[in-house]
């Protein structure tokens, strides 16, 4: 376990936390003043390996090599100038801190960090953190390198579940869910659509997926999976032989054939590793999915009547209409999606010029 410190008076600024991997969905920019919940669990930090907000560089104004260097291997329109690293914590477990109203930005709803600093410890007058809680983002504080030091405290942060347990302990991310939004003068309003969870978690596999082609067709299981990735999979691949073949992959499902190329695989909540299958298949390419979206694409539960007495069990139909389908095709999150392909060393290759030349196209647009 760790608290985190003012560099500036050692003043402890949070409650003891637990390292956790970073969301996938932590950078997701998602719909038009929609109201995001928040993105870290209580008691959990994770560290961020990219900067977040201004100033910024223009990829024209970058040195050569200097992109590569931060791990960026394809043009971007800017890179941010900020120090990487920053701890990200949900905001209810930061203590010993006051707004800086002055460093609030431009923002529409709330802050979102994209200037700075807008958090100070109470102690000292450092500034020490970027909370947001804009519309459209996740809610986050995000704690400065350079501004806070993690101390060890008592207490052992809980074991790795094993991946047998979180088979079958793991929570399913809901597929759809209402989206709140400023309603105007009556107060906030909702609708249904499909989960921001998703449409990032499918973005980044995605990015994945197309890494893993080598620039061939790529084949994936019928139903969910298929409304997820094969439209987006058929807009930007070429068609025809030969094709490669995505499986489902991973705790509690059959050994993947070792001549599947590619594997839909979980990644672990906690260490932010992906499961790996052993013999042949370990070689496969493994593309990564959040444990509660592969959970709903590797085992869905069908929602089934069934006859209840007392307390109505959490997987049986309510009397009340279920969840509206939302009225669009499926979409992976773009900003998601951009943000890992542009960081796979495999972006370079030629034949992901045709690949990313179709991204750039308008019709691309509307797989996003």
């Not at 329109?77 to 460093?103: C, K, Q, Y």
């Not at 499918?202 to 019928?222: I, K, T």
């Not at 796979?344 to 690949?355: E, F, G, K, Q, T």
Request: proline content about 12%; aromatic content about 6%; hydrophobic content about 40%.
């Amino acid at each position: 376990m760790h608290v985190f410190a003012c560099a500036g008076c050692d003043a402890t600024l949070t409650v003891p936390l637990s390292e956790v991997c970073l969301p996938v969905h932590a950078r997701q920019q998602y719909g038009n003043g929609a109201q995001l919940p928040v993105l870290m669990e209580s008691g959990t930090f994770a560290s961020d390996p990219d900067p977040w907000g201004g100033p910024w560089r223009l990829w024209n104004e970058l040195e050569p090599g200097e992109a590569e260097a931060r791990g960026v291997h394809a043009p971007v329109h800017a890179l941010s100038r900020r120090t990487a690293g920053a701890f990200v914590i949900a905001p209810g477990d930061l203590r010993g801190t006051r707004i800086m109203p002055e460093n609030g930005g431009g923002s529409c709803c709330g802050l979102d960090g994209a200037d700075g600093p807008n958090t100070a410890c109470e102690a000292c007058d450092l500034p020490v953190a970027a909370r947001i809680d804009d519309c459209s983002l996740w809610q986050a504080v995000r704690l400065g390198t350079d501004t806070v030091r993690r101390v060890p405290v008592e207490g052992a942060d809980p074991a790795p579940l094993p991946w047998t347990e979180l088979a079958e302990s793991g929570e399913r991310t809901a597929l759809f869910e209402p989206i709140a939004t400023w309603g105007g003068g009556l107060g906030p309003s909702h609708y249904w659509s499909w989960s921001p969870r998703w449409e990032a978690a499918a973005g980044h596999a995605l990015a994945h997926l197309l890494v893993a082609s080598e620039g061939r067709p790529v084949d994936v299981p019928d139903g969910l999976t298929a409304e997820v990735f094969r439209r987006a999979l058929d807009a930007l691949l070429p068609a025809g032989p030969p094709r490669r073949r995505a499986v489902l992959a991973g705790p509690g499902l059959p050994s993947p054939d070792p001549d599947g190329a590619v594997l839909l695989v979980p990644i672990h909540p906690r260490t932010g590793r992906t499961w790996t299958p052993e013999g042949p298949a370990a070689s496969a390419y493994p593309v990564p999915l959040p444990l509660g979206v592969w959970l709903g694409l590797a085992s869905p539960r069908p929602y089934r009547p069934v006859p209840a007495s007392g307390g109505i069990p959490r997987d049986v139909l309510r009397d009340e209409p279920l969840p509206p389908r939302p009225g669009r095709l499926f979409r992976a999150d773009r900003g998601t999606f951009q943000h890992t392909l542009v960081r796979l060393p495999a972006v370079r290759s030629p034949w992901m010029r045709a690949i990313l030349k179709k991204l750039a196209s308008r019709r691309a647009a509307d797989l996003f």
